[in-house]
């Protein structure tokens, strides 16, 4: 494509290989893994200068109890960031199973489509010639007699 076309998008590329998508979302995942090392070590700090700002007359409690929105509105930030790095790891892999789904979807319904060709078109088999019989005694196969005690009749079981 063009780089001076009006329509030209550099993600647009990207997007178009499942290589590129994981090498573009493991950099937008290196960045942001970096900013959460950050983050984290101002959430220390930050917890550390609150809870020693003290206001004369104040108890022991009183300023970890005014420090605890500031600590919890930064944790939430550091969870939501890891699970936006999680989600991204995620969506690389989704992106390269899509890929293989595609690829595989043709080869299973070309095996579909023979498999439906064999059941409209089942090969034809001969009979297989009968062997003579003798007329000697008849052959017990096990189904000729009785299938319950209650076929018996009058015989007695073993």
């Given at each position: 494509m063009n780089s001076n076309d009006p329509n030209h998008s550099p993600l647009r590329d990207v997007a178009q290989s499942p290589e590129a998508t994981a090498r573009y979302l493991a950099d937008v995942q290196r960045v942001l893994l970096d900013i959460g090392k950050n983050l984290e070590t101002l959430a220390i700090e930050t917890r550390v200068h609150l809870r020693r700002t003290h206001v004369e007359g104040d108890r022991w409690y009183h300023a970890r109890l005014r420090a605890m929105p500031v600590e919890k509105a930064l944790g939430q930030v550091l969870r939501n960031l890891n699970s936006l790095t999680e989600g991204l790891e995620k969506s690389a892999y989704k992106r390269r199973a899509h890929d293989e789904a595609v690829v595989n979807t043709a080869k299973e319904r070309e095996e579909k489509e023979l498999e439906r060709q064999r059941k409209k078109n089942p090969p034809?088999?001969?009979?297989?010639?009968?062997?003579?019989?003798?007329?000697?005694?008849?052959?017990?196969?096990?189904?000729?007699?009785?299938?319950?005690?209650?076929?018996?009749?009058?015989?007695?079981?073993a």
């Amino acid at each position: 494509m063009n780089s001076n076309d009006p329509n030209h998008s550099p993600l647009r590329d990207v997007a178009q290989s499942p290589e590129a998508t994981a090498r573009y979302l493991a950099d937008v995942q290196r960045v942001l893994l970096d900013i959460g090392k950050n983050l984290e070590t101002l959430a220390i700090e930050t917890r550390v200068h609150l809870r020693r700002t003290h206001v004369e007359g104040d108890r022991w409690y009183h300023a970890r109890l005014r420090a605890m929105p500031v600590e919890k509105a930064l944790g939430q930030v550091l969870r939501n960031l890891n699970s936006l790095t999680e989600g991204l790891e995620k969506s690389a892999y989704k992106r390269r199973a899509h890929d293989e789904a595609v690829v595989n979807t043709a080869k299973e319904r070309e095996e579909k489509e023979l498999e439906r060709q064999r059941k409209k078109n089942p090969p034809v088999l001969q009979a297989a010639p009968s062997p003579p019989q003798q007329d000697a005694q008849p052959q017990n196969s096990g189904y000729s007699g009785p299938a319950s005690i209650y076929d018996l009749g009058k015989r007695e079981s073993a």
